[in-house]
């Protein structure tokens, strides 16, 4: 079964609605970005909050690798990318993120699906005082 743009679309949305009451700062921040179409602010907004944990913020930077908003557009690494964030978002209890991950494990090659998991692997989430 196809998965259509609107049911991306859709995930992206419900994601960013449900950390509004959670988070304020950078989080707020990125979505006032994306929303207004800048991509590259929004992942340079939520990396940091991606890379400390947090499985909404994760699952918001896959989506943005998937659709190769505010990254470059080559599809090999985004997928690598995309799914490594849908992964470790769906390790923290993200139903989203897995129903992405796992739908977009079907598009990938071996390769890409291997070099997908071990970067999910081999991730630690870092603290503040990490930079």
Known sequence: MK???KSLLATLVVSLSLAAPVLAGPFEDGRAAYNRGDYA?????WLPLAEQGDAIVQLNLGLLYYWGHGVLQDSVQNYVEAHKWFNLAAARGNLSAADNRDWLAKKMTPDQLAEAQRLAREWKPRNDQDG
């Open 41 to 45: 602010t929004a992942l340079r907004l």
């Open 3 to 5: 998965r259509s743009t």
